[in-house]
């Protein structure tokens, strides 16, 4: 079942006239790739997060890639990172050949637990990898503060964290450098696209370079003799962002407060209607977390094991609600077992929660209704189990 037959999807992008006028612009213009309005779009995005450098790139996931290059991550380090995560976030991490060193969670942040953290360090420790999971930035000053003692860099994959913010300092501005993505589910998109941010220029202008197959000229009429455009100073890739997409991007970063409020105003509606389930754990917000509301992610008591969670999102789906387990722990997925030999219980938190996570449809158009409709019906079908169970 396709997510696009659900009544009530998963999730939807928010777009407006704004948009389509953009990018029907850049259509006009004739000019598709490496122009003003990916700097346009990037200059919004640094402003934002307190940055002086962004650079926009292809995928929130090539971002990575290039910031653990730029870093000089390669063979043989081991980066510290979080099982809890969308898979991309380590996956990274073996592009370079270097090692992921999971450690377990924190079980209300759902963020790496930083006394673990530290204690996972090692000589060969290259970098800390952290992720704002579900766009909730707890524990990332600790983050920072280890990092800093050990010498090490951060980096922030804060690709489901745009807009939020720990005690008024933004999400993207904790590591050494950080990564937004902008994938359709994401809280603000460009079909595909992702943006690198950091304070660090020589940091910034390798990703600049890295990101369009290695060159030193960032375009042809940048180009003072005839070979530049054509000079490859290193290893490069294409991860570029089209001028069609950075123009979405432009009109989405313009209304992003407006649809922070929409996501917001979701999340509070969903926390009323189902505040009062006693077989239900709702997300816990620390009141220094101005969270960026990514996606709403319940999760079921611990008397519930994965095949009854399994069952309640099947159900809400034959009622063409959309729901999903996210996220299924990294260190779990088959080829990480196959490569690292990892095995159930090696991070026992992650995976009590991670069993148990009920992702519920949320989008910034979703109505009182629609939420009472999916909180109603997800309640019938816990109660299915309970049923089952007595
Ligand atoms: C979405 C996401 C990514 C990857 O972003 P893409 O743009 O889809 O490549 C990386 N890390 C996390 C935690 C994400 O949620």
């Not at 996501?263 to 389930?277: D, F, I, Q």
């Not at 080829?335 to 996570?357: C, H, M, N, W």
């Amino acid at each position: 079942m396709s997510m696009q037959n659900d009544d009530i999807p998963l999730s939807r992008p928010d777009l407006s006239e704004i948009e389509v006028e953009a990018v029907l612009n850049v259509l006009r213009s004739g000019r598709l790739s490496i122009g003003p309005v990916q700097e346009e779009f990037e200059s919004l995005v640094a402003r934002r997060t307190g940055r002086s450098h962004a650079v926009a790139v292809s995928s929130g996931t090539a971002g990575l890639h290039l910031a653990l290059i730029a870093l000089g991550v390669g063979p043989g380090d081991e980066v510290i990172t979080t099982p809890f995560s969308f898979i991309a976030s380590a996956n990274a991490i073996l592009y370079v050949g270097a090692k992921p060193v999971f450690v377990d969670i924190d079980s209300q942040s759902l963020n790496m637990n930083p006394a673990k953290l530290q204690t996972a360090i090692t000589s060969r420790t290259k970098a800390i990898l952290a992720v704002e999971a579900f766009g909730n930035p707890a524990h990332m000053d600790d983050y920072r503060r280890i990092a800093a003692q050990h010498e090490i860099p951060l980096i922030e994959d804060a690709c489901e964290g745009l807009g939020g913010a720990w005690r008024d300092r933004p999400i993207g501005s904790f590591g050494r450098v950080a990564v937004f993505g902008f994938y359709p589910n994401k809280q603000i998109t460009t079909g595909e696209g992702g943006m690198i941010v950091t304070d660090d220029d020589t940091l910034a202008d390798l990703c600049r370079s890295l990101r369009n197959q290695g060159r030193r000229t960032p375009t042809i009429d940048d180009s003072t003799d005839a070979g530049s455009w054509l000079a490859h100073e290193r290893l490069g890739y294409n991860y570029r962002l089209s001028e069609i997409a950075a123009a979405i991007g432009v009109g989405q970063m313009k209304r992003l407060d407006q649809l922070l409020d929409c996501r917001r105003e979701v999340a509070e509606t969903y926390m009323r209607h189902l505040m009062g389930n006693e077989f239900l754990v709702l997300p816990t917000i620390e009141p220094a977390v101005d969270m960026s509301w990514f996606v709403f992610v319940v999760r079921l008591t611990e008397e519930f094991n994965a095949n009854e969670r399994d069952r309640v999102i099947m159900g809400m789906r034959r009622h063409d609600i959309g729901a999903a387990a996210y996220f299924p722990c990294i260190h779990l997925q088959p080829f990480y077992r196959e490569l690292f030999g990892y095995k159930p219980g090696d991070f026992p938190i992650a995976e009590r929660v991670s069993q148990r996570t009920i992702a519920l449809p949320f989008h910034n158009r979703l109505t009182e209704r629609e939420c009472d409709l999916v909180s109603q019906t997800l309640e019938l079908m816990i109660s299915r189990e309970n049923l089952k169970r007595t």
